[in-house]
């Protein structure tokens, strides 16, 4: 059992910058993957970025403007956007998987928009 919890959402200007933070608590096991996904008004969840043991994979569609990065000893995943575009309009969900099963944080939302 894991808790994610996101914060580091809100209005940013086209152009602008964020960076978003996720807490992880309440599990025994080990948190292998961890990392954000997103859904727009009308659109699937999609992947935006995660790492995976000693690998990072980016969605093309933020990759060279987005950094996520984990620190261990405090359970914390986060990600650096830059260069924001409405596009990046969206709920950001925090995702974590143990050898027992994938979770989800409550999600935060980020407003691109002047």
């Known amino acids: 059992q894991v808790q994610l919890v996101e914060s580091g959402g809100g209005l940013v200007q086209p152009g602008g910058s964020l960076r978003l933070s996720c807490a992880a608590s309440?599990?025994?096991?080990?948190?292998?993957?961890m990392g954000w996904y997103r859904q727009g008004p009308e659109k699937q969840r999609e992947l935006v970025a995660i790492i995976i043991g000693r690998s990072t994979t980016y969605a093309d569609s933020v990759k060279g403007r987005s950094t996520v990065s984990r620190d261990n000893a405090k359970n914390m995943v986060y990600l650096e956007m830059n260069s924001l575009k409405p596009e990046d309009t969206a709920v950001y969900y925090c995702?974590?998987?143990?050898?027992?099963?994938?979770?989800w944080g409550q999600g935060t939302q980020v407003t691109v928009s002047s």
């Open positions: 309440g599990s025994a096991f080990s948190i292998r993957a």
């Open positions: 995702y974590a998987t143990t050898s027992l099963g994938a979770y």
